[in-house]
């Protein structure tokens, strides 16, 4: 299943996808800025992608200028409490500030507020990675805890939405509208919001 909008791509992740994404992520000028720094081995990421929830978990390919670019996630969504996790990291250094970066993050975001209907987004940063602070910022993430060298940061609707507009106005065209390429899993409860947003072919523009 793949998304489409504004020239970026998210794909969902696969187990094609495994070994790239172990060989990006065992990149010392990639994981200097990860939490986990260590070595993964292949049985690692083998055992790891089994445990992935797929059909409350979404682990996303970002791909913009024909290249795969980095890993961007929703995970643990507590029903109860309604909120998540979500995290990303970049494959290749140089793509530090690319707007698709930031249309990338805003998107989920948006799915995650608008269609989802999750209340609280929860990111963990490395301290040393301030370009993913600025961002997670200007999207509307506030900083609420600082420990062991890691950032811990909030974003609910309405924090969100503060910047919306300007977002909006400044990384994504009103023609272009979001829209979604191969089949959706119905069992996904993601995947079954998704699909209900789609039918309705409504421009990201349009919701308030």
């Known amino acids: 299943m793949e998304v489409e909008t504004n020239g970026l791509t998210l794909r969902r992740m ?3 996808d495994i070994e790239m994404t172990r060989q990006h992520r065992n990149n010392s000028q990639v994981n200097k800025f990860l939490i986990n720094k260590k070595y993964i081995s292949r049985k ?3 055992l790891w992608f089994n445990s992935i929830n797929w059909n409350k978990d979404y682990y996303w390919i970002i791909k913009f200028n024909e290249k795969e ?8 969504w507590d029903e109860n409490l309604n909120e998540a996790e979500t995290n990303i990291f970049l494959f290749h250094e140089e793509d530090k ?3 698709q970066i930031i249309r990338a993050i805003w998107l989920i975001a948006f ?6 209907k999750i209340k609280k987004l929860l990111s963990k940063t490395d301290s040393k990675n301030i370009s993913a602070i600025e961002i997670d910022n200007f999207i509307g ?36 509208k979001v829209c979604i390429k191969n089949n959706l899993n119905l069992n996904s409860v993601f995947e079954q919001k998704l699909d209900i947003f789609l039918n309705k072919k409504i421009s990201i523009f349009d919701i308030s």
């Open 44 to 46: 690692q990421q083998e």
């Open 111 to 116: 799915l995650c507020f608008e269609i989802f």
């Open 141 to 176: 993430f506030h900083q609420y805890k600082s420990e062991n060298n890691l950032i811990f940061s909030i974003c609910n609707k309405d924090s969100f939405n503060k910047n919306k507009e300007k977002i909006l106005n400044k990384f994504f065209r009103k023609h272009n």
């Open 97 to 99: 500030g690319n707007p």
């Open 69 to 76: 670019n980095g890993l961007i996630y929703i995970k643990n």
């Open 14 to 16: 696969n187990y094609h």
